[in-house]
């Protein structure tokens, strides 16, 4: 362990966290205008904008997730989530990869040092892309394992230097051992282009590829004790460290959401005052009570939306600064949480494209792109209501959950 980490070991305060954060939200805010300026591009091109790309890293947006100890900013994930959700205001694919990226900073952080030193110590300007699903095949070798196979789908892993893949164990009966994350560089990974989407095309999620590739035991991560709150990572001290897992999981996945909404307000807010409605004598908008009313329900869901964010991403800070890992019922009502916000984002850009018209459609329009990413993002099976909503009620009622491990 070098005299980094050794020297590092020490919470961040409020006061610093609120610098910090007020700090990355105006970078953020300032950055708007060159990434709107290249979310058509970014959209047409399947992938994020470069320059986009450089502008977030000179604006240290890629380093919120990762630990100080390598120059990190080490953020909360109310500061992540404020921040990712401005970029997203101006484009939803360039949003994704800072978010998915970000993310990823924080998996690897819960891994052991040796192998934080490896990605962060070795260049603390790494980015990390992966997927969260097992996929591929592995076997048992001297000192790690050897993986094979395609990962489906990795945002970021366009302007990434590491892959994480997810991993499944098999005993020699087939049967599941263990569930893990595994880093391998970028260098010994291959990307297949295969990210044909209709919308979130921005995000360049596109399929990475492993030929027998060594992961050391050191970078794997037990995601069976991951979910329990049992981290590889020695550094127990580093407070968002210990945040729990799953909650965090499906709340990153639905905050981009919440910029693409505010985005499709403003815009539908913006052109109201010129725009008539057809086929009536009304001459703007803004005059008519029927789209005040829609006007105010999509703002209504949007913020509610916003208010579950809220909670969720502070009860995951919370519970991280208390040193106590988050209960299971409050990690159901998290995940919940995530797929609310999801919902009622998807039910009030639904309204906001009906009430500004059959011209939400034109090719011109940034409503059509918006709508598209957001309609791809909030069906992700993360943040999908049925599934989280059959959890959080199993959780209320103490009846066991045999849906699915990740709560």
């Known amino acids: 362990m070098n005299d980094r980490n050794v020297n590092a070991l020490k919470e961040i305060s409020e006061g610093e966290l609120k610098n910090t954060q007020q700090v990355l939200i105006e970078k953020a805010r300032a950055l708007l205008p060159l990434i709107r300026s290249n979310a058509e591009k970014t959209d047409r091109e ?9 502008a977030m890293q000179a604006a240290g947006l890629f380093k919120m997730m990762v630990p100080r100890r390598y120059g990190g900013q080490e953020v909360d994930f109310r500061t992540n989530m404020e921040v990712v959700s401005i970029v997203a205001e101006a484009c939803g694919g360039t949003s994704w990869v800072l978010n998915l990226i970000s993310v990823c900073a924080w998996f690897t952080a819960l891994f052991p040092a040796q192998a934080q030193d490896e990605v962060f110590g070795a260049d603390n300007d ?10 591929g095949t592995l076997k048992r070798v001297e000192g790690g394992i050897r993986v094979s196979g395609k990962w489906y789908y990795s945002s970021g892993c366009l302007h990434a230097n590491w892959g994480m893949l997810g991993l499944m164990e098999l005993d020699a009966d087939g049967n599941p051992m263990d569930q893990y994350l595994g880093l391998a560089p970028m260098a010994e990974l291959e990307i297949e282009d295969t ?6 095309r921005g995000s360049g999620s596109n399929c990475l590829v ?8 050191h970078r794997m991560l037990s995601l069976s004790k991951a ?5 590889g990572t020695e550094f127990k001290e580093e407070a968002v460290y210990r945040s729990a897992f799953i ?11 919440l910029g693409l909404a505010r985005a499709a307000l403003k815009y539908v807010i913006d052109k109201s005052q010129n725009r008539p409605i057809s086929y009536t ?3 703007k908008q803004a005059d008519s009570v029927g789209f005040q009313l829609q006007v105010a329900d999509a703002a209504m869901k949007i913020e509610t939306a916003y208010l579950h964010a809220c909670r969720a991403a502070d009860d995951i800070d919370n519970w991280a600064k208390s040193d106590h890992y988050m209960d299971y019922l409050t990690r159901a009502r998290v995940k919940a949480d995530s797929s609310e916000l999801a919902r009622h984002v998807h039910d009030a ?3 906001l494209m009906t009430a500004h018209g059959a011209a939400s459609f034109a090719e011109s329009s940034p409503m059509q792109r918006l709508w598209r990413d957001s309609s791809t993002a909030s069906r992700h099976g993360a943040v999908l209501s049925a599934l989280s909503n059959e959890c959080y009620g199993k959780a209320l009622l103490g009846v066991a959950n045999d849906l699915t491990p990740l709560v």
């Open 46 to 54: 399947r992938r994020t904008a470069e320059e986009n790309i450089q």
């Open 210 to 217: 492993a030929k027998d590739v060594f992961i050391p035991e």
């Open 227 to 231: 979910i329990a709150g049992d981290y």
């Open 349 to 351: 850009m639904e309204i």
């Open 126 to 135: 790494a980015r990390v892309a992966g997927v969260f699903m097992p996929s």
């Open 281 to 283: 004598f009304v001459k």
């Open 247 to 257: 909650p965090v999981a499906s709340l990153v996945i639905a905050v981009p959401q």
């Open 195 to 200: 990210w044909y989407t209709t919308g979130m």
